[in-house]
């Protein structure tokens, strides 16, 4: 790990106005570096509508195809990005929970959750392939968006970020990786106080506990990307080693994050309505992060 403070060799993030096919999703390819961007701009909220979970799942889609069409050349990165000010993401899509905790529809939400899941063990295990995944988080990552940024084989992260997940708040916990992804960085008593908390932590905090793993100036996030890039660069025989090594060792399967998933389902039908009050009550700030 390593805290970044400055270099003198600018980059910029992709301009914010690009074209995509994928609604919710806007997408970039810097040949230069060989890095696919796709940065989340989701609606009314910034969470994980099922319309972004799903032109994720097939921006995924085309990546690995381009992968396998140019023999594993093509990309060496891949970034997830916000195109929202201040907010990488907000997590789950709360109002869609809350609608069918009410209906008591099981397999609508076991449907959602698993797309979750899908999206979450892709960009994980970095779509199978020798490209590394990076989370470059400038603004808020709650919830589910903190498992997103968590999923990322590198986290980068402004100074004076907040993090965290804050389900416990509304009686549930974090169903879509984060136990498994925090207990296999900081060890599982932390994760489990980390999580039961529902505490909000500040991206420095998060570094001094092994959790993020650049730490960047605000304001400089693609800047200690690029650090990381051309570092990487330098040693990429060592880098693609230890990324096989880690992946070895702190392996997480697939089965792993579906059977808690399923816990995950399981719990929230047994929401009362003052936990579903709460849940109406995050929408609404959701709602205002979207707009302000």
Known sequence: MEAIVHDDNLYSAPAQDLASPFPQLKTHYDEKY??????????????????????????FESVKSEMIETNNQKYDFLVLDSNIDGVFNLGGDLNLFASKIL??????????????????????????????????????????????ALSSNVLIAERGVKMGLPEVLFNLFPGMGAFSLLSRKIGTALAEEMI???????????????????????????????????????????????????????????????????????????????DLRMINRLVKRQSLNANA
């Open 103 to 148: 209906e008591g529809n099981r397999e609508a939400l076991l449907n959602y959750a698993v797309s979750c899941i899908d999206v979450l063990y892709a960009n994980m295990t970095h779509l199978d392939t020798e490209l590394t995944t990076i989370a470059l988080v400038k603004g808020d990552a709650l919830g589910g968006g903190f498992e997103a």
């Open 34 to 59: 060989k890095v696919g961007w796709f940065l989340m701009d989701s609606e009314p909220r910034p969470c994980f509508t099922p319309t972004l979970l799903n032109s994720i799942s097939h921006y």
């Open 196 to 274: 039961m908390s529902g505490k909000t932590y500040s991206s420095d905090e998060l570094f001094k506990l092994g959790v993020v793993d650049i730490l960047a100036e605000q304001g400089e996030a693609e800047i200690a990307l690029l650090s990381y890039i051309k570092s990487r660069n330098r040693s990429a025989n060592s880098y693609t080693a230890m990324q096989k090594v880690k992946d070895r060792c702190n392996t997480i399967s697939y089965q792993e994050l579906i059977d808690i998933t399923h816990i995950w389902v399981d719990a929230a039908l047994k929401l009362t309505k003052k």
